[in-house]
């Protein structure tokens, strides 16, 4: 089984951002974005990037993959780490060029490769026209180096 | 003013991932994404792109100003609509190419230029190898005929 997935060529402005044809539009690389948030907590777990294949098999497997631009290939989230991710429910923004994933993390409970719970931990602060970050707190549920 | 920001070059990859240095990773069109949601529900409400200058007048003004891809210019958000969000707090994620921008959402609570609180109103339904999409019943809040 392979989802394929419509380009919307043919459609109005108002069909692709108001209707029910589901036309993801990958940009020039192939990819949209998606951001993956807590389904209960509402936190914002990562931002990601997918290509047709990890958008397909999210929706085939019901866990989500994504597309590492770093690596170049697909990567099932947790598949090294453990930390998987269960898609609870997928919605697409108005123009379709992103993805929310609202997912149950399993594993520890650590979506960051840092081994915190999101990617999101370190606050940016400004003093003047200088800027610095700070650490939210965020415990690290695993040791990066028991992982990778 | 305005604020200048690192490159980081020259810092460790575990100094960039968890140090208290801001170090923007513009990508080769010189953007970094960024999520707005909701600083109270938690709700995300957009995903949008900032370039340096967006990313440095949103620190300066406390107003979120993004960089408009399709127009390829600076856009204060809600300088046309009335709906302005204001920076409660903005995060970096590890590795510093996603933003996450918590906000009040002024004007009448619609981020969406299609009128709605959100972007994301829309469900990815799967049946079998089909999608389709499912609006989530989301209010319209005003009419994009009256603002655009």
Same mark, same amino acid.
């Given at each position: 089984m392979s989802i394929k997935f419509s380009d919307g060529k043919g459609l109005s402005k108002a069909q692709l951002e108001e209707g029910k044809e589901f036309t993801p539009k990958f940009d020039e690389n192939g990819l949209v974005s998606a951001i993956a948030q807590d389904y209960k907590s509402g936190e914002i777990l990562m931002l990601a990037h997918m290509n047709e294949q990890a958008l397909s098999l999210t929706l085939e497997t019901g866990e989500v993959h994504y597309f590492s631009r770093s690596r170049q290939n697909i990567w099932k989230k947790g598949e090294i780490s453990g930390e998987v991710q269960k898609l609870i429910e997928m919605r697409v923004d108005c123009d379709q060029d992103a993805i929310l994933l609202k997912v149950k993390q399993l &594993?520890?409970?650590?979506?960051?490769?840092? &081994?915190?719970?999101?990617?999101?931990f370190r606050l940016v602060e400004i003093n003047g026209e200088e800027t610095s970050l700070k650490l939210t707190g965020d415990e690290q549920l695993f040791d990066p180096k028991d992982k990778y």
């Open positions: &594993g520890v409970g650590a979506a960051c490769h840092t &081994g915190r719970k999101s990617c999101f």
